[in-house]
């Protein structure tokens, strides 16, 4: 089945700084990669996703980039702000839910 | 309009106490879904419900969980006999079909 692996498992940033986390995936087949935030105390919240026939993909200061030969995705945060302080996930799936396989998490810390 | 609602928010119970996890989905929701979080790990994929589909149970650990969805809308995790390695945050999600995941707050159970 599906493994995904992300990097770091923290990272700590000035605030205003980018913050990228990288993840990989095994399954050549999966086509679809979110990425969540969960805020301490939540469930975990959409916030960009890809489908495997995109490279990148913007939405104001986050982004994400795909590489399907390598396999692997980023989450990039440009001018970081406190209120960015969460653990983000990734996750992978062959466009069904029930498939959906999320990388360990990567708790990020802007600090002011 | 409302979210995924799970109740308890925090659950405390004795080692070989039974408990039951509550989940009421977006209204109209047709999938559900439930994950198991454990302490800096990522979303562990448990059950799946689809409409009045047989329920995708491929994620469930031992024959001591179960889960039913009642009525298509809300559904109930069951944790027998419960054991310490069971403490986590159980989270719930809802979805059309396939289109994003929707998650509720989770429950916070600990198994003294």
């Known amino acids: 089945g599906e493994n995904v692996e992300q990097h770091p498992s923290t990272l700590s940033v000035q605030e205003g700084d980018s913050a990228v986390i990288k993840c990989t995936y095994s399954?050549?087949?999966?086509?679809?990669f979110p990425w969540y935030k969960q805020e301490l105390g939540k469930g975990p919240q959409l916030i960009i996703d890809i489908r495997s026939n995109v490279g990148e993909k913007k939405d104001q200061r986050i982004a994400v980039t795909l590489n399907k030969t390598a396999k692997h995705f980023s989450l990039h945060i440009t001018e970081t702000q406190p209120e960015d302080s969460a653990v983000y996930f990734c996750a992978a799936s062959k466009g069904y839910n029930n498939d959906m396989r999320f990388g360990a998490g990567t708790r990020l810390t802007v600090k002011p | 309009g409302a979210g995924v609602s799970q109740s308890p928010s925090n659950k405390v119970t004795e080692k070989g106490k039974d408990v039951e996890l509550r989940c009421d989905p977006i209204s109209g929701h047709t999938a559900l879904y439930w994950y198991r979080q454990s302490l800096g790990q990522g979303l562990e994929f448990l059950i799946y419900f689809q409409g009045n589909s047989a329920p995708d149970k491929s994620g469930l650990p031992s024959d001591r969980f179960s889960a039913e969805r009642t009525g298509g809308s809300v559904s109930t995790l069951t944790i027998q006999r419960t054991q310490q390695e069971d403490s986590a945050v159980y989270l719930c999600?809802?979805?059309?079909?396939?289109?994003?995941?929707?998650f509720g707050n989770g429950t916070r159970l600990t198994v003294t």
């Open positions: 999600a809802s979805s059309l079909d396939d289109s994003p995941l929707h």
């Open positions: 399954d050549s087949a999966s086509n679809y």
